[in-house]
């Protein structure tokens, strides 16, 4: 792995996990963020930008640049995820005003740009719906071989989904999206992508008492208190849904996941694979369907997450806390 911070693009829908994937990304050594995209999704894309910005305020990186993105899916219009992330989209949570303003720069103009200022280079990262990138592959249709490494929290291919039983959120939620870009991605001279879905992202957990010892830890360091303060109440309502649904009080860390597989693909271990979307089934639309065994006769467009080293992932994502507390954003 590089020792030199690598270019990374991060395009979100900041509900919890978002806002906790961007501060990890914020601790991160290895990442440059050179902007973050936001999108339709969990919550609608004034809240997701007015999210991101609070958020990245909080890390002590208000000057890295937000451009909104898609306000709303290709695909007929789906429901949100509040009823997960809270009305406003980070729980309990409360962040002051950010003091930067958004970017007047569109999403996918920025993308673009981006893909091309860094060609072999970038690092893009996607944990919501994939709206903005499908709009930036028909923009550009070389994108897939302009990024050194594309991934995305998306998918279920051996589990369950998490909105349906075939389907996780990001790629339900705009599954006509989610088809161009798994057609897009893995051909020929283009980066593969790396589906980090609910097969690893929920093998990586924290809990109350995860809390509250970085709660400790955190006493008395100069971001420390406002920082944990954040994470308790955001979590706190993520904890109260879990709770309510599944009878056990965790937060799943889908999002931070994606970010830190981005910048440590040793995490996972991946399985290469055809992967479609279902965009038209009854029971089935925004189903990720896997071609394990070549019976489409399609070239394999994805690498999917199939395990994870979820305890050094986890250590990581507290260590990248703690380094913020201490005021150490990059």
Not at 272 to 279: H, L, S
Not at 298 to 323: G, W, Y
């Amino acid at each position: 792995m590089s020792h030199e911070p690598e270019p990374i693009v991060i395009d979100v829908d900041t509900g919890i996990d978002d806002a906790l994937a961007l501060l990890y990304a914020c601790a991160a050594p290895a990442a440059e963020i050179l902007g973050v995209s936001t999108v339709v999704g969990n919550v609608d894309l004034n809240a997701a930008t007015r999210n991101t910005r609070a958020v990245l305020a909080l890390a002590g990186r208000g000057d890295i640049p937000v451009w909104p993105g898609a306000a709303s899916p290709l695909s007929s219009a789906s429901a949100d995820a509040r009823h997960v992330h809270g009305e406003s989209g980070l729980g309990h949570a409360v962040l002051p005003e950010p003091p930067e303003p958004a970017s007047r720069t569109h999403a996918v103009d920025a993308i673009v740009a981006a893909a091309h200022a860094h060609a072999g280079r970038l690092i893009l990262v996607a944990t919501g719906p994939l709206t903005n990138v499908a709009l930036a592959v028909m923009r550009e249709p070389e994108l897939p071989s302009l990024v050194k490494r594309f991934v995305i929290m998306g998918g279920a291919y051996a589990e369950s989904g998490n909105v349906t039983p075939s389907a996780e959120f990001n790629i339900w939620h705009d599954p006509e999206a989610a088809r161009i870009v798994f057609r897009a991605f893995g051909g020929v001279g283009g980066a593969s992508m790396v589906a980090v879905g609910l097969d690893v992202t929920r093998k990586m957990t924290f809990d109350e008492k995860d809390v509250a010892a970085f709660a400790a830890s955190a006493a008395g360091k100069p971001k420390g208190a406002a920082l944990t303060r954040f994470i308790e109440d955001a979590s706190r309502f993520y904890f109260e849904r879990m709770e309510a649904s599944q009878g056990r009080r965790h937060l799943v860390m889908h999002d931070p996941l994606a970010v830190a597989v981005a910048l440590d693909p040793t995490l996972v271990e991946t399985r290469r694979a055809a992967v479609d979307v279902e965009t038209s089934g009854r029971l089935t639309t925004g189903a990720t369907i896997a071609d394990w065994r070549g019976q489409w006769g399609r070239l394999a467009n994805t690498e999917v997450a199939v395990s994870v080293d979820a305890e050094r992932a986890r250590k990581m994502f507290f260590e990248a806390m703690l380094r913020l507390a201490e005021g150490r954003s990059r």
